[in-house]
């Protein structure tokens, strides 16, 4: 029987496809039963076999018994046929990528279809991903959620791949490389309308990890203020359309964060309120929800 009740038993099950997430970040993320099941199946099918190999110096209970194979974007659909074979022949394969969870803007999906359609049994191992880390921390309210990946590299496509996004309802969710991030925040601004809020999440579980909420006409700023603002690996979230606060909301707000680290929330209210020229019940509101942001 398999041990899914159990999350340390070393439990795989003969013919299983495991697709095993990994730590973006920081190794402490690797769950009881990743490492469970990376130390127990007969075959390893990794992304980038040294990056994987590097995971298992470092996460050092995880010792594994399997043969390694490397399934990266160029080869996956011949790996397929031969993770199936292995599969067929009883033996048990973890999938994993370089980070996070396969399959997700990484190599791993045409495998588990081809061990789909072989009959074969595939089993999730959750645990880390970008997308849903950043939106955990993002307190935007997340009802509808798209989940976009990586926008196309060249200025035109990634443009036009930004304008069918325009009327998408709920939160944009992108991937994006330091090496592109300015060209990105840039062409979003213009095609998504700068009052939408976004949120910046860079580094997320390591070392310099940090989580910026702006408008997207403020982003440029941002990133320009600090290279370090321009380093590491980003999520960028876009904010629902209909839910882009009026442009005296963002002043309110920014006045009410200086005055509600002095004051109570009733007087940092009633003097926003005042600077701002704005409804002081209006201004009390807005300071309950960031107070308990
Ligand atoms: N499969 C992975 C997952 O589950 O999140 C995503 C792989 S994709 C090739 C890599 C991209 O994920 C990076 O370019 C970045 O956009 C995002 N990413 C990965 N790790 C991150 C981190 N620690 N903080 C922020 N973004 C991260």
Redo the contacts with the bound molecule.
Sequence with gaps: MHGRDDPVRLAVEAGGLYVV?TP??NLGDLSPRARAVLGAVDWIAAEDTRVTRKLFAHANDVVPRGRMLALHAHNERAQGERIVALLQSGATVALV?D????A???PGAAVVHAARDAGGKVFAVPG????IA?LSVSGLALDTFTFCGFLPSTGSARRSAIETLRGAPGALVF???PHRVVECIDDLCNGLGGARPVVI??????LFESVHRCRLDEAAAWLAADADHRR????LIVDAPGQAPAAADIETERVLVELLAELPVSRAAHVAARVCGVDRAHAYRLALALKKR
């Design positions: 997430a973006i970040g990528s980070a996070g969870t396969p997700i803007s990484d880390p991903n970008a997308a950043a991937y994006e490389s999440a860079r580094e997320l579980t390591k590491g690996e980003f999520v």
